[in-house]
């Protein structure tokens, strides 16, 4: 039965991926954008801290999301999510569930998995590896 399922990896990966990643872009729309409402008000003057918050994930979040340059944007949104957690989580409460950051922790390291493991095949980083020739191989034949 494990090896069923084990074949299944590779797509978990991706959903994951695109799970993660629209959820987190979600925040940042709320931050920047005022989409969905229940953000922010008023929204977050630019170059403010909360405005960086609120880019990076928009930014790294719709690159996760479609799987594009997804190991950089793993690294930005992983490295955010830890800052988070740190400077605004950590100092309410020492345990995560009393001081709100859990999700900020599932976020970093879900990030750090990705950054290590890749996209996962549904991502255009995947896509555009599978169009680029192996070394040596010539591209016409």
């Known amino acids: 039965m494990s090896a069923r399922f084990a074949s299944y990896a590779p797509m978990m990966l991706s959903i994951l991926r695109i799970m993660a990643a629209l959820i987190f872009l979600e925040h940042g729309t709320q931050k920047i954008l005022g989409f969905p409402p229940g953000g922010p008000d008023p929204l977050p003057h630019p170059m403010t801290m909360l405005w960086w918050a609120g880019m990076i994930e928009m930014v790294p979040g ?4 479609v799987g594009l340059f997804s190991r950089t944007a793993a690294f930005l949104a992983a490295g ?3 800052f988070a957690y740190w400077i605004g989580h950590a100092p309410r409460a020492f345990w995560p569930v009393d001081n709100g950051g859990d999700a900020a922790i599932l976020y970093c390291f879900i990030f750090l998995y990705i950054l290590c493991a890749g996209p996962g095949p549904w ?3 995947a896509a555009i590896a599978r169009r680029r020739p192996l070394a040596g191989e010539d591209e016409e034949v």
Request: charged share 20%; aromatic share 10%; net charge negative.
């Open 80 to 82: 955010e999510m830890a």
């Open 123 to 125: 991502s255009l980083d």
């Open 62 to 65: 719709f690159l996760l999301a």
